[in-house]
Nanobody, 123 residues
Framework: VQLQASGGGLVQAGGSLRLSCAAY?????MGWFRQAPGKEREFVSS????????IYSDSVKGRFTISSDNAKNTVYLQMNSLKPEDTAVYYC????????????????????WGLGTQVTVSS
């Protein structure tokens, strides 16, 4: 499965961005992770294939919203109230097999990864 992420950019603190990830191939659960310079990759959000289960990291809960359009095989991450600490490369990922809710935040669960899109939030 090939994943193509887009929508990153430079925004001021308090602003918004929407990331998109188009999947070329069959996917089930999809997720977003991010990695800031000098830090380990961390989970951001994920959604199951039906779109009725979504989970978020505590650091983005209430500010970010994940959604999917199965007809377009695309997942979105709406990011509002952005903070400088949200600055990172954001990666989308997909799982080829059903994933339990408890595993939807584990990077090892996901089989395919996109190249990432840079998000920079200035203070």
């Amino acid at each position: 499965v090939q994943l193509q992420a887009s929508g990153g950019g430079l925004v001021q603190a308090g602003g918004s961005l929407r990331l998109s990830c188009a999947a070329y191939g069959s996917t089930l659960s999809m997720g977003w992770f991010r990695q800031a310079p000098g830090k380990e990759r961390e989970f951001v959000s994920s959604i199951n294939w039906r779109g009725d289960v979504t989970i978020y990291s505590d650091s983005v809960k209430g500010r970010f919203t994940i959604s999917s359009d199965n007809a377009k095989n695309t997942v979105y991450l709406q990011m509002n109230s952005l903070k400088p600490e949200d600055t990172a490369v954001y990666y989308c990922a997909s799982a080829r097999v059903p994933v339990s809710r408890q595993d939807m935040s584990d990077a090892k669960t996901f089989d395919d990864w996109g190249l990432g899109t840079q998000v920079t939030v200035s203070s």
